[in-house]
């Protein structure tokens, strides 16, 4: 089963994401509980089946490598960044928020990179 409206699942995605990145900054890990929204997607969304001919799986797939190759690539850059312009050592003194803000941007750029490949 997939999602009809597969815009507006992605949109969630990324909304959910957002606001959960920004409530762990700002409350903590208490926030990550704000995630289970995304358990509602299912009752809300309709559904429909996938076609043998559709290369929805494929796609799927696709989507989350990238997914998980981006956010990688910006947790890099953001440590290099930051160690060279900080002086301190911020990714080890806040290593519990950061760790924390990995599942929602994960979920962020999910959202973001399966609405790029919908324009496709």
């Known amino acids: 089963m997939k999602y009809k409206n597969l ?3 992605y949109s969630i ?13 700002v409350f903590g890990a208490k ?3 704000f995630i ?9 969304l309709d ?3 996938i076609s043998p001919q559709d290369d929805f799986w494929y796609k799927s797939f696709q989507l989350g490598k990238n997914a ?13 960044f930051i160690e060279i312009i900080n002086e301190s ?6 290593k519990d928020k950061v760790l924390r803000l990995l599942i929602p941007m994960y ?11 919908l324009k496709k």
């Open 107 to 117: 979920i962020l750029i999910h959202g973001l990179i399966g609405l790029i490949s």
């Open 13 to 25: 995605e990324i909304i959910i994401g957002f606001l959960t990145s920004i409530l762990i900054i």
């Open 7 to 9: 815009f507006l699942a």
């Open 68 to 80: 998980l190759i981006i956010l990688s690539v910006i947790i890099i850059f953001f440590s290099v």
């Open 31 to 33: 926030a990550l509980a």
């Open 47 to 49: 559904k429909e089946q």
């Open 89 to 94: 050592n911020f990714l080890f003194e806040n």
């Open 36 to 44: 289970a929204l995304l358990a509602i997607r299912p009752f809300v």
